[in-house]
């Protein structure tokens, strides 16, 4: 096949949408990834990008337009990358999501999940994000989301998915520029903005999340959390221990009522524990010798083993269960495709009981999966 350039225009016709959401088109052996399109549609697409044999390609126009497609409800919809699925409306966006997980799972790893499968929708599409992060550049003066096609900075003053608090920040840094304030020793940069339970903070040019992990979507983490405190009421505890891994703040076992151990990398200083159970200990769990320094801070097999990484996922989950026997195992991820890999190594000595989609993230391409596991 021949390689396509950069800028070039194709004709496309997608067939279906991959598990990012980009719909494919396969026509005389080339295909095309083209985003904001759904299955069925034809029309004109540009190279953005060519490698080995695929392409990838921004939506130019429509000639076939699927009777599923809407006007989006964001006007920067078109240009930012930041929303994938606006173009549709919120039921086919989870039909879409929940192809994308059984495409993940069952096609490409071979985990069947069709039976086990619970889909939990977000109450709103809309105004749900707690925190946001901005890019900034103090040469062109733009403050904003980098955009889909070339990485330069979108502005985004009517951003349609932050919380009402963070909105309202957000648009006091866009008047006037007043946003400057905070770039005042870096050109270029970020600024977050942060809603931590109903107080809201501006920091610029810190690591995300710097002062720990917290969900983005609180009504979102509340389901989660109300499925998580159902499993715990279902387990057999015998030697009433918890490992809680990736575990921050301790924000999944908090309402456990048994000793349980809370590992991350985070600094002690952000650690905020809830609950008189609930102990921590900073560990890199992606440090090779992670596993040499936490055994020794355990006594007795868990019966629960909570796993909660971030999106590359897990890979040592099976050198960990091999040691440390967890009766039971709950594994929170945003990433399905890190999820399915890490869950293929286990399942031989455990059984996947259930599967959760959770939309924690309406409008995107991504979305929360969990998974409940028990000890064969």
């Not at 004709?11 to 396969?26: A, I, R, T």
């Not at 286990?346 to 599967?355: A, D, H, I, Q, S």
Request: net charge positive.
């Amino acid at each position: 096949m021949n390689k396509k350039k950069r800028n070039e225009i194709v004709q496309f016709k997608v067939q279906s949408l991959d598990s990012l959401g980009q719909g494919v088109s396969k026509e005389e052996g080339k295909i095309v990834f083209i985003p904001k399109t759904l299955p069925g549609e034809e029309g004109i697409a540009e190279i953005t990008a060519s490698k080995k044999k695929v392409s990838f390609a921004s939506l130019q126009n429509l000639t076939k337009v699927s009777p599923d497609r809407i006007d989006p409800d964001c006007p920067h919809y078109q240009k930012c990358g930041g929303c994938h699925y606006l173009h549709t409306n919120y039921e086919n966006e989870i039909s879409l999501k929940k192809n994308a997980m059984l495409d993940i799972f069952e096609r490409q790893h071979r985990i069947e999940i069709s039976d086990k499968l619970t889909i939990l929708n977000s109450e709103s599409r809309f105004s749900y994000r707690n925190r946001v992060q901005l890019h900034y550049d103090t040469k062109i003066g733009k403050l904003g989301f980098k955009s889909q096609k070339d990485n330069e900075i979108l502005e985004v003053p009517n951003c349609l998915l932050p919380d009402q608090q963070v909105k309202e920040v957000v648009s006091k840094l866009y008047k006037d520029q007043s946003w400057k304030q905070y770039a005042s020793h870096k050109k270029q940069g970020h600024i977050e903005v942060y809603n931590k339970n109903g107080e809201t903070s501006v920091h610029a040019n810190e690591r995300y999340a710097f002062e720990g992990f917290s969900q983005v979507n609180k009504p979102m983490n509340d389901l989660l959390l109300a499925h998580i405190e159902e499993k715990f009421a279902q387990i057999n505890y015998q030697n009433k221990f918890i490992l809680d891994l990736f575990g921050g703040n301790g924000n999944l076992t908090e309402n456990c009522k048994f000793e349980t151990l809370v590992v991350d990398a985070t600094p002690d200083k952000f650690i905020k524990l809830k609950s008189e159970f609930q102990t921590y200990k900073r560990i890199n769990l992606f440090d090779e010798n992670s596993l040499s320094q936490l055994t020794p801070l355990i006594e007795k097999s868990p019966d629960l083993l909570m796993v909660d990484p971030p999106r590359s996922g897990f890979k040592d989950l099976l050198k960990y269960t091999d040691e440390l026997k967890p009766k039971e195992i709950i594994y929170v991820s945003c990433n399905p495709q890190s999820l399915a890999r890490d869950l293929r190594g286990v399942l031989e000595n455990y059984k996947l009981e259930r599967v959760f989609m959770l939309d924690f993230f309406p409008g995107t391409k991504h979305f929360e999966s969990m998974v409940f596991l028990k000890r064969i």
